[in-house]
């Protein structure tokens, strides 16, 4: 032991034989710090300078109240059409062998490379009267562009990855001798998959529509070209912070930015509670 | 009847729909009119310098991404420290945080009324609506991408090899050049590469702290905003059709990596 320990050495419980522990933590803390805590405290000061009555004064005002039920009702829809579809293209890619798997494979992550301006154009293109889509579903009255089905359809398209790879990792490990044992004592088809496979990949689908969820509640490029952005009724919660930006009402701002955080961060938390139940659940069971 | 052939057409119909026709569509709509119009407006001057500024943003942010990418990943894999997991989530977090609330609190930070922007005011040092407000909200979105690719690996590998080589008598520096390196080169890059579609494809938060002047401050995916909002829609999709294009490079590159080097960890 050395007589005089300097405070890394104090800091550093294990004494570990690598070299660079003050250099590279000193450089990850400082950049953590700047470009993470330091934005992140921001928020929070200005919050609490804003006091617990002028916080409830913006969120209840129905502008607000109308652009939260619009973003959290899209973004349900949206992640119940990525849960489902989602399921569908993990079973497909994890248990078929067909021409052109490994394309659909790659294709499931383009829209996580896909940045979100063009993805909203383009959908725009598509769904407008005059688009490939849209054009079909004029004739029957339907119109999805410039209205609240328009948010749902971007933000689906932006969060479909989260479904599909949180759930295909899940069906590689299941047993196909499981469901073969399930078939011969007699199950159908259905009663397989819901008494069988259903329980083992909920995991994945309570994590890959929880993230889902949380990315199109903050979803916003794909969304305000295709939204219409009327206040009251096609206006999400990401921009009327934006708005209240532009008009200097940096309180208002942070109110509804900071409970969509909270939103957000409540969210994954409890994700990550109830996966590592269900984890517990399903080790304890077999 | 077995639900096989059904199951694979919702999926490839879905994909198609969903997925393909969207990216379809923007080089339908960007080539109409022919490749000479696509060129003509690709190189006018305002969408040439938001590819010029997009390009620099990217070219300091993926950068100091790696050099702190490395630095994290090894402080975390092969040290024990009070704050460690603690570290980890904050490294994490900007995933869980929407674009626009990421930009507003670099706005209320950094901005002129804020505690640090206003305190660097007097010295006539401005950090928002400017490259460095574009280059600070990128760092924040980017943060994650090289941390979560190379410390699964690092944490795994090196470290018998790594201490065999400080027992031989190499330096730090050698020890991390020769035998460090090597293991963590793919999953590196594989993190690089998505940070470096990140910073350049970033739309939400950039446009909070971009300041929005036309040949200025416009990065490429505001730039089709601003041509699409112009009514100039053959200019917003051919803009469009570089960054599609680069994001259909990106996961060619992954698909790529994947084979030379199969990556562990999450997809995103």
Redesign the interface.
């Given at each position: 032991m050395p007589i005089l320990q300097t405070p890394l050495d104090a800091?550093?419980?294990?004494r570990?034989?690598?070299?660079?522990?003050g250099?590279?933590?000193g450089?990850?803390?400082t950049?953590?710090t700047l470009?993470?805590?330091?934005?992140?405290?921001?928020?929070g000061?200005?919050l609490s300078q804003l006091g617990l009555s002028d916080y409830l004064a913006v969120m209840s005002d129905e502008r607000t109240l109308a652009a939260l039920r619009v973003t959290i009702g899209a973004a349900a829809l949206a992640t119940l059409v990525n849960g489902l579809?989602g399921l569908?293209?993990a079973?497909?890619?994890v248990r078929?062998r067909?021409f052109?798997r490994s394309a659909?494979d790659?294709?499931?992550?383009?829209?996580?490379?896909?940045?979100?301006?063009?993805?909203?154009?383009?959908?725009v293109?598509?769904y407008s009267k005059d688009?490939?889509?849209g054009s079909l579903i004029a004739p029957l009255g339907l119109q999805i562009a410039y209205s609240w089905w328009g948010i749902v359809i971007a933000m689906?398209?932006t969060s479909?990855?989260?479904a599909v790879?949180a759930i295909q990792p899940l069906i590689e490990e299941l047993d196909p001798d499981e469901e073969a044992a399930a078939w011969t004592l007699g199950a159908s088809?259905w009663q397989t998959f819901i008494s069988i496979v259903l329980p083992k990949l909920s995991p994945g689908i309570l994590t890959g529509t929880g993230l889902s969820f949380?990315r199109s509640?903050?979803?916003?490029?794909a969304v305000i070209?295709i939204a219409g952005n009327i206040p009251y009724q096609t206006e999400i919660a990401?921009l009327l912070?934006?708005i209240r930006?532009d008009e200097f009402d940096?309180p208002a701002?942070?109110a509804i930015?900071g409970t969509?955080?909270a939103l957000?961060?409540v969210l994954?938390v409890l994700i990550n509670v109830a996966q590592t139940r269900l984890y517990r659940r399903l080790e304890g069971g077999s | 009847m077995s639900a096989r052939p059904l199951l694979i057409a919702i999926a490839i119909l879905f994909a198609l729909v969903v997925i393909v026709m969207p990216v379809a569509v923007i080089f339908a709509r960007a080539f109409a009119e022919g490749f000479g119009v696509w060129l003509a407006a690709v190189s006018e001057p305002e969408t040439r310098s938001a590819i010029m500024l997009t390009i620099v943003t990217a070219l300091i942010v993926v950068p100091i991404n790696i050099v702190f990418g490395l630095c994290a990943a090894w402080a975390i894999a092969r040290f024990r420290f009070p704050g460690r997991r603690v570290l980890l989530v904050l490294i994490e977090l900007p995933f869980a945080i929407s674009p626009i609330v990421a930009g507003l609190c670099f706005l209320l930070v950094y901005g002129a009324y804020g505690p640090v922007g206003g305190a660097l005011q007097p010295y006539g040092i401005q950090l928002m609506f400017n490259l460095a407000g574009i280059v600070l909200v990128s760092l924040f979105v980017t943060c994650p991408f090289v941390v979560r690719e190379v410390l699964p690996v690092l944490s795994v590998a090196g470290e018998d090899e790594e201490r065999a080589a400080l027992t031989l008598g190499a330096s730090g520096w050698q020890m991390f050049r020769f035998v460090t390196f090597p293991n963590i080169t793919w999953p590196l890059v594989y993190g690089a590469i998505l940070a470096t579609a990140r910073a350049i494809g970033e739309f939400g938060a950039v446009s909070v702290v971009s300041g929005a002047i036309r040949g200025q401050t416009m990065t490429l995916p505001l730039q089709i905003e601003l041509l699409y909002n112009d009514y100039n829609t053959t200019g917003a999709f051919a803009a469009a059709t570089v960054l599609a294009f680069l994001a259909l490079i990106t996961l060619v590159l992954r698909g790529l990596i994947a084979l030379v080097h199969p990556v562990r960890g999450a997809a995103t």
């Open positions: 800091l550093r419980r294990r570990s034989p690598f070299p660079g522990f250099l590279t933590l450089v990850s803390v950049f953590v470009i993470v805590l330091l934005p992140l405290a921001g928020l000061w200005q579809f569908i293209l079973w497909v890619l078929y067909f052109g659909l790659a294709l499931v992550d383009l829209p996580f490379a896909l940045p979100t301006s063009v993805a909203g154009i383009a959908l293109a598509l688009g490939w889509i689906t398209f479909v990855p989260f790879r088809r949380v509640l903050g979803e916003f490029g070209f990401s912070i934006m930006l940096y701002a942070s930015a969509m955080l957000s961060l994954l | -």
